[in-house]
């Protein structure tokens, strides 16, 4: 089978190995696509140990749309020819290998394989292209789970990335009423905005104007600022919790999901006085691929219009460089 091989920073083997062979209580999947996650695009470009466990010398991809072609003679529900969603928690029976599934590599074993554990089936009415955007999704629902949404609350997004976009979405569909997307790359703004969003470049323009004047003006301790009850950072940068500290009305509250935050500082004390929130949100659960299903399905939204590039598995290292140009592109899958 078609493998790849992460070696370290920029060097990727694209090889062959055996196919893997489903035991009684097992699947073997082919995958159809894979989309390449920002953690994929960090390892490649800076470096172990800078986004997910990539182990060198290990085959890496998680975020997949997959056919089943082997189906162990114990296994229930699960039949050759299916379409999955590989649960990368559990595809490979270790959480720590929810970066390592195999999504760049042709075929992938799912040891002691269960329905709606291990795999989701995908369903009919979605494309196996756009399925592949269900694993990047989940994580950005579960931010937006995590914010705790309200009916009718409004929400600031810094980063248009595939998470940021999700993140931004799942709000929509937990009922959040207004939402803007914040970033720096107009061309990502562009999508998001095509996806019916608010956006506001805030590399150019000034946010708090911009947000008072989407949400409406609400007190925060230094007067004046934007009625907005939720704030995302899903872009990791350095000055992204210091504007929401500087911004944020009163009660309202900030999740973190960009993995690239890393350390900052937080003045406790203005927390305090302000009342604000900072909230954590890591991964995701079965419920989150169930709404992420639920919200493709609706068409509500046209998801399938992030995805900017599509390459051969044959350029993997020419996909992962173009996904990592932030004014090129968004979202970028690979096909087999």
Known sequence: MKAAIYNGQKDILLTELETPAA????????????SICGTDAAVYMHGP???????????????????????????????????????PRLAKGDPRRAGTVGGFSEYVQIPN????????????????????????????????????????????????GTIGIAA???????????????DCSDFRLEKAKNLGFAVCNNGKEDLKAAAMEYFGIAPSR???????????????????LETYQSIGKIESRMVVVA???????VDILEMTYSQHALIGSGGYFPEDVRDVMDAMLSEKWDIESIITHEYPWEQLPQAIEKASRVEEALNVVIRY
């Open 23 to 34: 035991g009684d209580n097992d699947i073997v999947i082919r995958n159809l696509y894979a």
């Open 113 to 160: 394989a269960k329905l709606n554990e291990q795999v989701y089936a995908i369903p009919d009415q979605l494309s196996s292209r756009a399925a592949c955007l269900i694993e990047p999704f989940t994580v950005g629902f579960r931010a937006a789970r995590r914010s705790f949404p309200k009916p009718g609350e409004h929400a600031i997004v810094f980063g248009a």
């Open 259 to 265: 993995v690239l935050a890393g350390k900052r500082p």
């Open 168 to 182: 931004a979405i799942g709000l929509k569909y937990f009922g959040c009423d207004r939402v803007m997307i914040c």
């Open 222 to 240: 230094y007067g004046p600022t934007g009625n907005a009850d939720i704030f995302f950072d899903a872009a990791g940068a350095p000055t992204v």
């Open 49 to 87: 140990n800078t986004g997910h466990r990539v182990t060198v010398g290990g085959e890496f991809g998680h975020e997949m749309a997959s056919e089943v072609v082997q189906v162990g003679k114990n296994v229930k529900g699960i039949h050759v020819g299916d379409r999955v969603y590989p649960y």
